[in-house]
């Protein structure tokens, strides 16, 4: 199912593209899920546990009760989550004399009914209080001082829990003391880990608390209680463990509302629990890790990588170094899904057909690509498949980033063309969304750093988000998507292109109609200009056989020889210089901007000042000025329809065929130096000058309301001082 939709899909993405006008060759392709994705997602998570970069752990981590599924940090997203707080009465075991100095320093102590000295805390999964192992203070907090290393008692349950401290604790948070259970949230598991406690943990991986009592309750009103909750969800158990706290006492006060943050599957509408399960991992400079390829910290070693890469725009950098360096945990690799690129592990079963997660069998690296669940462990028969003294193979797959991280290496043919991959790699560019830099391109910079040791690319060039009209994401969940199929065929693919590419990296476009609609209007005018410009001498009423018959426009700039002409190629050679520079330095919104602005000076301005000679329908003018002008129209065509290529892909092409072989976009780049040399030291400021005076002159007709083709007698223009000759010379 999975490859039959992959190849539906990319017949719908192929089509979409070409539309487009993508420059994608269509023989280089590749599929995350077909063969050759799958050999080397293998072979590099292989090479990654020979290593010792790849392990595999039976600890606390983040899973979705929804999906089923182990959720790594970069899968997260904290949202806004109701809840309520509960304050809750520990009983202080034994030690009234501490909890009298605790009440005089401060701390939430309280006279319980039965006239226990009781430690109050504040939380809002009072259905944890199972599984609590501590209460946690800060060391400095003077108020819990005097109670540090004593134990209190919890609530209904009454185990018995040290109070320790901890630096991570925040004194000002609730009521300055937390209770720690195995596990509420990643905190626990820091306090957990840190402080050595013991793990009681009561959650199922369905969301649902343990059916059987945990053997640490031993109160027969506490395994009463848990009885109770056995086997609920957690918003089930914990409705009948308040209303126990309401009526022993426990719970001081009612339930104050509360909206906090919480950690979600970014695929996910329920709260992620904490689960203790067996996962692989790939090392990230999460946990403190020295490669022994290079003696570093492997955490030091990725912001080195970071500091390698040219980021476009720069300050993306400091995403990808504060992602860095706020890892707590390494890249979780595993997921309990179906559809994925599979681990190629076996595991020897013991004599009761037990699996031996210690004893892995792996294949050679030869038979890559190999499926556990139907390929036979290396060394066995199919028949010792899940039998005592056999062998069983690794059910979970990889997770998707785990292939698409290794994207550089299948593009350039890793495992498959060394003789390409040689060539090509590491590569020079990698295009992507700001909102990925913690998942794309930081999974493939680590696996491109263990496994060569350096990056898989030179630069990365970071886009924004689009925005919709009201500046919001624009996003599948909120349901305010704009799909480019509509506009491509309403509007062309240049025009949608165009405003695409108005858009500068790093920042985020608002999805504007108006702003294709402006793309659309200069597509035309480039077919229209063009025409118009390389048609000069041609008769309007010319027959087909006529037109077959016009030479080619000539391209030579030596025939430029007036002034407003050579002012117009010095122009050119500006604006093709500031256009390389731009592209050379990723700003390509910066390239179609100048470009644009030349283009529109150039119809408006500097085509109405040499039509007339241009065109010479009455041979009044000299042969020389009329090429000077036919020559510089063409060479202002052919440059502009190379410079717009990479934005106006098609009308660009169009123009380009005809009066040249080939396609525009196999062409060379134009350069400056010619057209700065044919323009032989000619301001080009003049045809900006020459533009100002024809606004003058258009702006007179309008103000006397005739149509712009009504002829002036005469006229004077008053101009600032030094722009006079600049004026003459073109009038």
């Not at 309990?336 to 004893?359: S, T």
């Amino acid at each position: 199912l999975c490859e039959r939709l992959t190849v539906e899909d990319e017949a719908q993405f192929e089509a979409l593209w070409r539309q487009l006008g993508l420059s994608v060759d269509w023989r280089q392709n590749y599929q995350t899920i077909g063969p050759r994705a799958r050999k080397v997602a293998q072979a590099a998570f292989l090479r990654n546990l020979a290593r010792g970069e790849a392990y595999q752990a039976a600890a606390p981590g983040l899973w979705d009760v929804t999906f089923q599924t182990a959720v790594a940090q970069a899968e997260l997203e904290s949202r806004e989550y109701p809840g309520h707080y509960h304050r809750l009465a520990f009983h202080v075991v034994d030690a009234e004399a501490a909890a009298a100095a605790a009440k005089a320093a401060g701390a939430p102590v309280e006279q319980g009914p039965e006239g226990t000295a009781d430690i109050c805390i504040e939380t809002t999964r009072p259905e944890l209080l199972p599984a609590c192992v501590a209460l946690v203070a800060h060391p400095d907090d003077e108020r819990f001082q005097p109670l540090f290393g004593q134990m209190v008692a919890s609530p209904v349950f009454g185990v018995e829990v040290p109070v320790l401290a901890h630096p991570a604790a925040e004194k000002d948070k609730g009521a300055g003391i937390a209770m720690c259970c195995t596990f509420g949230d990643t905190t626990d598991i820091d306090w957990w880990r840190d402080l050595g406690l013991p793990l009681r943990a009561i959650l199922r991986k369905d969301g649902r608390l343990e059916s059987e009592t945990p053997e640490w309750i031993t109160d027969e009103t506490g395994r009463a209680m848990y009885a109770q909750m056995a086997g609920k969800t957690t918003f089930s158990a914990r409705a009948a463990l308040v209303e126990r706290l309401a009526t022993t006492g426990e719970m001081r006060g009612e339930p104050t509302k509360t909206v906090r943050q919480t950690n979600f599957f970014e695929k996910g509408d329920k709260p992620l629990e904490i689960v203790t399960s067996r996962q692989w991992y790939i090392r990230n400079g999460g946990t403190a890790w020295a490669n022994p390829a290079s003696g570093r910290e492997l955490r030091s070693e990725l912001l080195t990588r970071g500091q390698e890469l040219t980021w476009h725009p720069e300050f993306m950098r400091v995403r990808y170094e504060n992602w860095v360096k706020g890892l707590n945990n390494d890249w979780l690799i595993s997921r309990q899904r179906f559809f994925g690129v599979p681990f190629p592990l076996w595991y020897k079963l013991d004599d009761e057909g037990q699996p031996l997660y210690d004893e892995v069998i792996v294949p050679d690296e030869s038979a890559l690509p190999v499926d556990p669940s139907s390929d036979t462990a290396p060394g066995y028969t199919e028949e010792q498949r899940g039998v005592p003294g056999g062998f069983v193979g690794e059910l979970d797959i990889m997770d998707t980033w785990a292939t698409s991280s290794l994207s550089p290496q299948l593009v350039c043919g890793w495992l498959h063309d060394e003789d390409l991959f040689a060539r090509v790699y590491p590569m020079d560019l990698r295009p992507q969304g700001q909102d990925i830099i913690r998942t794309w391109l930081f999974s493939s910079v680590v696996r491109a750093n263990l496994e060569f040791g350096a990056l898989p690319w030179k630069h990365a060039g970071i886009s924004g988000w689009i925005l919709d009209k009201d500046h919001k994401k624009m996003s599948k969940s909120r349901g305010n998507v704009v799909t480019p199929k509509g506009l491509l065929d309403t509007y062309g693919s240049d025009a949608v292109r165009y405003w695409a590419a108005s858009a500068r990296l790093g920042l985020d476009p608002a999805f504007e109609e108006t702003q294709i609609k402006i793309g659309r209007r200069l597509a035309i005018k480039v077919l229209n200009a063009s025409k118009f410009a390389l048609s000069m001498g041609v008769p309007w009423d010319a027959d087909e056989a006529a037109l077959a018959a016009v030479p080619a426009p000539s391209l030579e700039a030596r025939e430029v020889t007036e002034d407003i002409d050579r002012a117009l190629l010095a122009a050119l050679a500006e604006v093709v210089e500031a256009a390389t520079t731009a592209f050379e330095g990723y700003e390509h919104a910066r390239a179609l901007e100048v470009t644009e602005s030349l283009f529109w000076t150039f119809c408006d301005d500097y085509i109405e000042l040499v039509k007339e000679r241009a065109n010479d329908a009455a041979s009044t003018h000299e042969a020389a000025a009329v090429r000077s002008a036919r020559t510089t129209l063409a060479i202002a065509v052919d440059t502009f329809v190379r410079l717009l290529a990479p934005f106006l892909p098609f009308v660009t092409e169009e123009v380009w065929s005809w009066y040249r072989t080939g396609s525009v976009h196999r062409s060379a780049w134009p350069t400056a130096a010619p057209l700065r040399e044919a323009a032989d030291g000619v301001d080009a400021s003049l045809v900006a000058h020459a533009g100002l005076a024809l606004a003058a002159l258009r702006k007179l007709k309008s103000e006397a309301k005739v149509s712009q083709k009504t002829p002036i007698e005469s006229v004077t223009l008053a101009v600032v001082e030094g722009l006079a000759a600049a004026v003459e010379a073109v009038r």
